[in-house]
């Protein structure tokens, strides 16, 4: 039986160099369907409207995502920007090239930016308004934890949000279930459970948010076992 008192660092197979193309293809698309019947995606839009109060009207909204994979999240908040007639400039950061290169070539991530890199190297020609992850900060251990969120801090201008997992055996049973059931991916099947045994409990996030010295955060459980944590920028830095 797992342990869930505290996290596990055991790395996932997506985290490793050598997974084919194909193989990584196939895990986006997946995670894409389950965010979106399991409502990943719902949570992001809540993240990114959270956020948006804390903004004035002018636009363009920029908006980063690190640890992008397909580019499924960012089209999600595209598409919702759209419906509210909000203008918004789009960017994707993932170190893995197979995940950048799925993202550019989906035809519906058109006019969105991608770049492959270590997303602490990347050089903003234009600060981004808003920063966020969503399912990346569980492949990340304390200290590396830590440092985004200090990097999320230095760089967004108006504030960011984490969408992760609560680790919590119903979750880790639950997705075993499912993706046991249903997946075509290896990936998928060996990652999910595990990546809710690297997941979080409240505490843990309280801690990390304390240590990188951010103390203006909300932090909201979300269904179906997810967290999310938005943290507003100083006021005088974050004028659109």
């Known amino acids: 039986m797992p342990n ?78 759209r419906q509210h007639q909000i203008e918004v400039e789009l960017m994707g950061v993932d170190i893995n090239p197979h995940c950048i290169a799925f993202a550019q070539s989906r035809s519906e991530n058109k006019g969105m930016e991608f770049i492959c890199s270590d997303y602490a190297l990347v050089l903003f020609k234009q600060q981004p308004h808003i920063v966020f992850s969503s399912l990346f900060g569980h492949h990340l251990n304390h200290e590396q934890f830590v440092q985004m969120l200090q990097w999320c801090n230095n760089n967004a201008l108006v504030g960011h949000f984490i969408n992760d997992l609560q680790r919590h055996y119903l979750a880790y049973h639950s997705i075993k279930l499912l993706t046991s059931a249903f997946s075509n991916s290896y990936l998928v099947k060996n990652d999910a459970p595990l990546s809710v045994l690297r997941g979080f409990s409240k505490e843990e996030l309280e801690n990390m948010f304390a240590e990188a010295g951010i103390t203006h955060y909300n932090i909201q459980w979300k269904w179906a076992f997810r967290w999310l944590v938005c943290a507003i920028i100083k006021k005088e830095r974050n004028g659109l």
């Not at 997974?19 to 369907?33: S, V």
């Not at 636009?59 to 994979?69: F, L, S």
């Open 4 to 81: 869930f008192s505290e996290r596990s660092y055991q790395k996932e197979l997506l985290d490793q160099d050598d997974i084919p193309f194909e193989a990584i293809q196939q895990n986006m698309k997946e995670l894409d369907r389950i965010n979106t019947l399991l409502g990943g995606h719902d949570i992001t839009i809540a993240g990114l409207k959270y956020v948006l109060d804390y903004a004035n009207t002018r636009m363009p909204v920029r908006v980063c995502e690190i640890g992008c994979g397909g580019g499924d999240n960012l089209r999600v908040i595209r598409d919702w920007c």
